[in-house]
């Protein structure tokens, strides 16, 4: 049985803002979804039509909301509202003021963080006395992260904190990251970089991640390699990390472990064995909310991040704040 997920101190609507679809939740002060809508991102055509999109949603789920959270794809400020950087998934979305924005078109006070980070929110309030040290690691099209420390977690300058990707990997040298580096872990462990250097491997066709999979559970030896590269180089700093920030609890997500225990296994297996002897009880593990986790967490930053009212304004009692984590 998993743990209640949150408590809010009124119903929120949360938003998972992804490069592909938008999910949106209603969730009451118990933390029970009491409502759900799911659309296509309109990343095509630019910033404004994703806005509007985002408040579409909520519109759809969200009569009773008292504010709204968003759990958004790039970095993300939560004390200005600003997304700072981005992928080329949502064109021209760096630079919007998504809390501001999205309060001016909804009408309700709007929180909003890095996806990753805000699924992360409710695994580490989770935790005995809600102070855990957590390291969060979300594995699909590309590699998120979130760090914890003592129950706070760490945003950094600007929203930078637990982009786990952008760490070089020794698997990964000389491989271009989608950042425009070399070497990061995200060029070797994300789903397109298993599915690259299975395609250099093997001199095959291949254009998505599934497909890889299949070749491995068939026994070719190239998908076998690839797939087990991209697990031991996220597992190995993984357990480089949780060394450094003595992680008592660290959590695995998205959609990559999703392919099956060949990866989790390989990942494991370097994570353990990066570990210093006092965190070798530590393994790493699925989330505890599921495919709920981004929602759960966007909700959430109704009560922990800062609220953006809308102009003119002030932010209602009842969806309080208490500030953005350092």
């Known amino acids: 049985m998993r743990p209640a997920p949150l408590s809010l101190p009124a119903p929120a609507v949360g938003l998972d803002l992804g490069g592909t679809k938008i999910a949106a939740a209603l969730v009451g002060p118990d933390g ?17 039509a994703v806005l509007d999109a985002l408040a579409a949603a909520v519109a759809a789920v969200g009569p009773d909301a008292r504010a709204v959270g968003v759990a958004a794809a790039g970095v993300v400020d939560p004390r200005t509202g600003t997304v700072t950087s981005a992928t080329d998934s949502l064109p021209g979305w760096a630079g919007t003021p998504l809390g501001p924005a999205l309060a001016r078109r909804t009408g309700l006070p709007v929180a909003c963080d890095n996806d990753v980070r805000a699924a992360a929110g409710p695994e580490s309030a989770a935790a005995p ?34 982009h786990l990707g952008h760490l070089p990997a020794t698997e990964a040298a000389g491989l271009d990251c989608p950042c425009g580096a070399t070497g ?15 395609r250099r491997l093997s001199g095959r066709t291949a254009d998505r991640l599934q497909t890889v999979a299949a070749r491995a559970a068939d026994g070719e030896a190239a998908a076998v390699r690839a797939i087990t590269t991209g697990a031991r180089a996220a597992g190995g700093v993984l357990g480089g990390l949780a060394n450094a920030l003595g992680c008592d609890r ?54 922990t991040a800062p609220l953006h009212p809308p102009a003119g304004h002030p932010v209602p009692p009842l969806a309080h704040s208490s500030g953005a984590s350092s």
């Open 250 to 303: 660290v959590v695995v997500g998205g959609g990559v472990p999703g392919i099956g225990p060949l990866y989790r296994t390989a990942l494991a297996d370097a994570f353990g064995a990066a570990l210093m002897p006092p965190l070798r009880r530590v393994r790493p593990r699925a989330p505890l909310f599921g495919a709920d986790a981004a929602v759960l967490g966007a909700a959430a930053l109704t009560a």
């Open 184 to 198: 990061h872990l995200e060029a070797v462990a994300s789903g397109p970089g298993i599915t690259a250097l299975y």
């Open 32 to 48: 029970a979804v009491r409502a759900r809508d799911v659309r296509p991102t309109p990343a095509a055509e630019g910033a404004e």
């Open 129 to 162: 006395g809600g102070r855990a040290n957590l390291l969060y690691a979300a594995v699909g099209t590309g590699v998120g992260g979130a760090v914890a420390v003592d129950g706070r977690l760490l945003h950094g300058t600007d929203g930078l904190a637990g």
